[in-house]
C-alpha cells in the first residue's frame, strides 16, 4: 500500500466518525462539504479544472456546493464518505500521480477534519510518511513562500533541516520549527492548528506572517 492510500484510509475514518455538518480547518466548509471537494477533484472535469484556473473556480464551488447539499443526511453522508473510499481506477490521471498528487492533499484533508472542532493532538506518523512528506515539502513551500521577502529555514525536530529561500531586501532569515505534518499544515494555510515554532528578528517574522498567517 503507497502512502497515499494509507492517508485515504485515515481521511475516511475522520469523516465517519464525525456528522455531516462537522467544522473543518477549510472556512466556510462542513465534513459533506470537504468530502464532495474530495470526490468531484477526482472525478469532476469541472472541479479538477476549477483548482487549476481561477475563472473556473465559481463553477467548482457551485457543484462542490450541490453534491455536499446531497449529503446533507446521514443516508447521504455516509453514501459520499463511501464515495471518498474508493480511489479512482488505475488508469485515472490522479492515480497515476500518485504520492506527487496525493500524499499532501489527502494528509491535510484529515487533519482539517480531526481539528476542525478545535485542537487536537498530533498523529504518531509511521517514519516512512514522515520522510515522504518532507521530501515534498520543499515543493510546496516554494509555491506557498514565493512572495516572502525573507529567508526561510525549515528545522526538524530530529534534527533534518532545509533551506527553502533566501531573503531579498535587506531582510534577514526566519527559522521555522516544527514535526514535519505541522509544518504541512503551516505551509498550506492552517497556521492557526499548526504546532510550529517561528524564529527571527520582529520585522522579519511579520513580513513572513503576512504571507503565511498563524492566526
Given at each position: ?77 455516509a453514501a459520499l464518505v463511501e464515495r471518498v473510499a ?130
Amino acid at each position: 500500500m503507497t502512502w497515499h492510500e494509507t492517508l485515504r484510509s485515515d481521511l475516511v475514518d475522520a469523516l465517519r466518525e464525525v456528522p455531516p455538518d462537522a467544522p473543518t480547518l477549510c472556512e466556510g466548509w462542513q465534513a459533506r462539504h470537504l468530502a464532495a471537494h474530495v470526490v468531484l477533484r477526482e472525478r469532476s472535469v469541472t472541479v479538477g479544472a476549477g483548482l487549476a484556473l481561477p475563472p473556473l473556480a465559481g463553477a467548482a464551488e457551485r457543484a462542490i456546493e450541490r453534491t455536499a447539499d446531497d449529503a446533507a443526511t446521514p443516508e447521504g453522508y455516509a453514501a459520499l464518505v463511501e464515495r471518498v473510499a474508493h480511489a479512482p481506477g488505475r488508469w485515472h490521471p490522479m492515480t497515476w500521480a500518485g504520492d506527487l498528487a496525493n500524499l499532501v492533499e489527502l494528509y491535510v484533508h484529515g487533519e482539517d477534519v480531526r481539528r476542525g472542532a478545535g485542537p487536537a493532538p498530533a498523529r504518531e506518523l509511521a517514519p516512512g510518511l514522515v520522510d515522504a512528506l518532507w521530501r515534498q515539502v520543499r515543493q510546496v513551500g516554494a509555491l506557498r513562500l514565493r512572495k516572502a521577502p525573507v529567508g526561510i529555514v525549515l528545522v526538524r525536530p530530529d534534527g533534518p533541516r532545509t533551506a527553502l529561500k533566501r531573503a531579498r531586501g535587506g531582510h534577514g532569515t526566519v527559522v521555522v520549527r516544527g514535526a514535519v505534518g505541522e509544518l504541512v499544515l503551516w505551509l498550506t494555510g492552517r497556521g492557526a492548528a499548526a504546532d510550529v515554532l517561528v524564529q527571527g528578528a520582529p520585522d522579519d517574522v511579520a513580513a513572513l506572517d503576512a504571507v503565511v498567517p498563524r492566526a
